[in-house]
């Protein structure tokens, strides 16, 4: 009588050798680009927090001091001290910390300001009948990606007719304009996410509209709240163009101070370097905190319900 043989697990060898094979490979190319990609974010930082401790001699010296001999913070006690006496530095190290001041007090008045009206405005647009509210979001949208560059011009004549060139106000104001389309359109999609029952509970129970939004829907709204606000601070203290063409001396901030480090003797950019770490700090010590909240809070809104 015949038997029926069973295969020998053998016989695959060669077949599972190769799928084993394909995906270590897969998964060393991949790290390798993973690698890749962190060494190409990191690396400008760090060179720049090498150039910012490193001596004038070896900044310019070849081959490339990776690692600083003789480290020096001198860079940064005349940023936040001033120079000492006889030292020759750029005159845009006196006006380093003013530049801090405006630029903490521009992004935190604007990210205020976004937070309140971006967020009531997203509210009433998914909640009450604004008629033809699909084409005021649309316009909006196409209005935001205009290039800067083409309205330019007319902006700073009417901020010039507005007395606000060279103002916390106008500043303020401007990158408000400019971020309110976007907050609202993040919110816009939060808020599709929550169920209007409970709205609907709290106006029930005595709450007004206003009310239900302010008990109600924002305790829950924390992630889109986060959001908006790292995205608008962020925005606006790293902004350059606009705040070159807006600022001229009283309300400069870190982007436009730190390209005027420069003497009779040309541009120091270990000096420039030192204001770059320091202005970069802010944002970096922000996103690390918030970054759990930020990811949450984009990405709440892209599926509804």
Not at 170 to 196: A, H, K
Request: include cysteine.
């Amino acid at each position: 009588m015949a038997t029926l043989s069973t295969p020998s697990p053998l016989r695959h060898t060669p077949g599972r050798r190769w799928r084993k094979a394909r995906s270590a490979i897969g998964g060393i190319l991949f790290y390798a680009l993973v690698g890749m990609l962190v060494f190409a974010l990191l690396a400008p930082f760090v060179w720049m927090i090498i150039s910012s401790i490193s001596p004038p001699t070896e900044l310019a010296s070849k081959p490339i001091h990776w690692i600083p001999e003789h480290p020096t913070l001198d860079r940064y006690r005349a940023l936040f001290f001033g120079a000492r006496p006889g030292e020759i530095v750029p005159i845009a190290v006196s006006k380093f910390i003013n530049a801090m001041k405006s630029s903490l007090i521009i992004a935190t008045a604007t990210t205020l300001v976004c937070i309140i009206t971006g967020t009531a405005a997203a509210y009433a647009l998914i909640r009450l009948p604004v008629p033809k509210k699909e084409g005021f979001l649309f316009g909006m949208l196409a209005a935001q990606m205009m290039p800067i560059i083409v309205i330019i011009i007319p902006l700073y004549l009417m901020m010039q007719r507005l007395v606000l060139n060279d103002t916390w106000q106008g500043m303020i104001l401007l990158y408000s304009g400019f971020m309110l389309p976007t907050v609202i359109w993040i919110m816009y999609g939060y808020f599709q996410t929550l169920p209007e029952e409970l709205e609907e509970a709290a106006m029930i129970d005595g709450c007004s509209r206003v009310g239900a939004l302010l008990r109600v829907v924002l305790p829950i709204s924390g992630p889109g709240l986060v959001a908006i606000s790292a995205f608008a601070f962020l925005y606006t203290w790293n902004e350059f163009f606009m705040a070159l063409i807006f600022t001229a001396s009283r309300t400069k901030t870190i982007p436009v101070i730190v390209t005027e480090f420069s003497t009779q003797a040309g541009i120091d950019y270990g000096l420039m370097t030192t204001a770059g770490v320091i202005g970069s700090l802010p944002p970096l010590i922000l996103a690390f905190l918030l970054q759990r909240y930020i990811v949450a809070g984009l990405t709440s809104g892209a599926v509804k319900g």
